[in-house]
């Protein structure tokens, strides 16, 4: 006859190999190229049988990017201490200073944010890509907005988004699929960039048109508009 002790055991491992542990979905944005335009519109997922995957992405903005915000769809009502000890991103990415994880139990909204930016040198060259440096990501060099994946554009502007374990810029192995996680996805993610925040100045036809919807805004509201995000 089993001991009490061991049917507790058996019991034990039983309901661990049934849950399983959380394989840490971890995310970063690290130095890449050969990509897409980066904007508002883009949506990548993760392999959805190894879990990771790598986007590669370019900035097309004009401007540095100094602020990168993604939003993806898990399961709603987990606890903080869940996402907290769960999901993973590079605080010591090499183009922003921090990142942060947020979510929404009521909806199940996840969202990762890289922000926080070093100040540019006064009369620094182009043709930095720096990397390493926390200045953001800097814009493709100028008559590469073409051809920005051809010869002598890529070094520059040119980032990854990396969703394997580890922040690896190799591979495809991540915790990002039900499969491996079932207790935070009931389906494969799929991401979006919801705010890219450059340094670029609109055109002037835009200007024209952004100073006319701030003033309705400011009249329709009474209050004064204190900035805008561009947002490509």
Request: with cysteine; aromatic share 8%.
């Amino acid at each position: 006859m089993l001991s009490k002790q061991l049917v507790a055991g058996l019991v034990f491992l039983s309901m661990a190999a049934w849950a399983g542990p959380i394989k840490d979905p971890s995310m970063s944005v690290e130095a890449g190229s050969l990509s897409q335009a980066i904007g508002t519109g883009i949506n990548f997922s993760p392999d959805p049988v190894n879990g990771g995957g790598l986007f590669g992405f370019f900035n097309g903005t004009g401007g540095f990017i100094t602020a990168l915000v993604f939003q993806t769809q898990i399961v709603a009502g987990l606890s903080d201490a869940t996402i907290q000890g769960a999901f993973n991103c590079n605080a010591a990415n090499p183009f922003f200073l921090g990142c942060a994880v947020a979510y929404a139990p009521a909806n199940g909204l996840l969202t990762i944010s890289f922000s926080g930016v070093n100040a540019e040198p006064p009369g620094e060259p182009p043709g930095d890509p720096e990397i390493g440096e926390h200045e953001g990501i800097p814009p493709l060099l100028p008559g590469c907005a073409l051809t920005p994946d051809g010869a002598g554009c890529t070094v520059v502007g040119h980032f990854l988004v990396t969703l394997n374990d580890n922040f690896a810029v190799t591979g495809n192995v991540g915790g990002w699929t039900p499969g491996k996680n079932p207790a935070l996805f009931d389906v494969l993610p799929t991401f979006t960039p919801i705010e890219i925040d450059s340094t670029a100045t609109p055109e002037p036809s835009t200007l024209v048109l952004l100073a006319t919807a701030l003033l309705v805004l400011a009249g329709l509201s009474g209050r004064r508009v204190r900035r805008y995000r561009l947002q490509q």
